[in-house]
């Protein structure tokens, strides 16, 4: 492709409004795309105008290298804050600005653009590149969860997220988690508060408990860094002179592999069974979001490949990196197979979910080169 016509596949996907749901119009999009061009795609199916779309290049091999981004976008927010619409693609001054240029439809484009052009210059490769795009990333890693339940990723040898990285390598992340306690109470007038129960007083219990746990966690991981937890979002009570009889905590949480998920939960749970065996009080903890960790291989042939192919393009050596943000490398690495990940694509994670959001048009093209260096390189190794 020209690069005009590559920078109008990242206009087109832009301007689609996949705000939390609606990828499947950017699936169609990409699935017409690649059979303009002679490979084929299947979309599966996840909801109501919502599929991922899986496809492949190449043949039988002893190799398969998957390359995965996420459809979805974040909210445009305020968008009297943006220079330009948000999904109106605008380029200028060589940036495209625009909801999802960076956070990531640049990096999916560059993916399905260089499998598109190593097809059509009939390269031979020793493997196969499998696409894996995802729905709901942004809200719980939904199309990830799905495929591997259902297999896609069983097959992969390694695999290439193209979140925007920096230019960096990431090849681990920390955990995520995130949770909703509801306090239940007894609504009393505020000038008798003995004939009600307080249900803030009772969620403050369960914040103290556990701050004081993570004031206790020593443990450190030399790569990922701490723990961490923190209260979000907080609500409770609806007139100043009654006594609440309903309150609720959010919290997130990153783990590492010294504090990990299952801990965490445990830890969780005993601190709720303590509680709510106090008099009056009554509390529900849910787990609405549960990621684990990624720790893959900083010298993977994968990471290795990634660097060499970067630096042949643009000049420049990269490092590898760790991170704290999850991706769908959290779900994916739950494949019946361990294979190593890595996160690296066009973009600077710091333009993510900002209002004049953009990519350089310069790193876009670049990418999808490194990405075709990549596909051929992995695919050739013994």
Not at 272 to 290: G, I, P, Q, R, T
Request: hydrophobic content about 40%; charged content about 25%.
């Amino acid at each position: 492709m020209e690069q005009q016509e590559r920078l109008q596949v990242l206009k087109d996907i832009v301007n689609i409004d996949s705000t939390n749901g609606n990828e499947e119009a950017v699936a169609d999009y990409l699935a017409k795309l690649l059979k303009k061009h002679g490979i084929d795609s299947q979309k599966v199916q996840f909801a109501e105008n919502r599929a991922s779309l899986v496809s492949e290049i190449g043949e039988e091999g002893k190799r398969v290298l998957g390359v995965s981004g996420h459809m979805d976008v974040v909210d445009a927010g305020d968008v009297s804050k943006w220079t330009y619409p948000p999904f109106e693609a605008t380029e200028k001054d060589g940036k495209l600005y625009g909801r999802g240029a960076t956070d990531m439809k640049s990096g999916l484009a560059a993916m399905v653009i260089a499998m598109i052009e190593l097809q059509d210059e009939k390269k031979t490769l020793s493997g196969k590149v499998k696409l894996l795009a995802t729905v709901g990333e942004e809200i719980g890693e939904l199309g990830a969860e799905q495929l591997t339940s259902e297999g896609y990723a069983d097959d992969l040898d390694a695999l290439v997220i193209g979140e925007p990285s920096g230019p960096q390598i990431c090849y681990a992340h920390k955990g995520s988690m995130n949770y909703t306690v509801t306090s239940y109470g007894k609504n009393a007038h505020s000038s008798m508060p003995e004939f009600g129960v307080n249900a803030i007083d009772n969620l403050m219990l369960f914040y103290n408990e556990v701050e004081d746990f993570v004031a206790s966690v020593k443990d450190t991981n030399p790569l990922l860094g701490n723990f961490t937890h923190n209260a979000t979002v907080v609500s409770g009570g609806n007139q100043v002179n009654s006594i609440p009889e309903l309150a609720k905590l959010q919290g997130n949480i990153r783990t590492i592999p010294e504090v990990d998920n299952e801990k965490i939960q445990q830890v969780f749970a005993d601190i709720l069974k303590k509680l709510n065996a106090e008099k009056d009080v009554k509390l529900e903890l849910v787990w609405d979001y549960d990621k684990l960790p990624v720790f893959s291989d900083k010298d993977s042939d994968i990471a290795r490949i990634g660097q060499a192919a970067y630096e042949r393009r643009t000049g420049q050596k990269i490092q590898l990196v760790t991170a704290a943000g999850t991706t769908d490398a959290a779900e994916f690495i739950k494949a019946k197979k361990d294979f190593p990940v890595i996160i690296f694509g066009p973009g600077v994670g710091e333009m993510a979910h900002q209002a004049d959001e953009y990519v350089s048009t310069e790193n876009y093209n670049d990418m999808i080169e490194v990405y075709k260096d990549m596909m051929v390189d992995f695919l050739s190794e013994k």
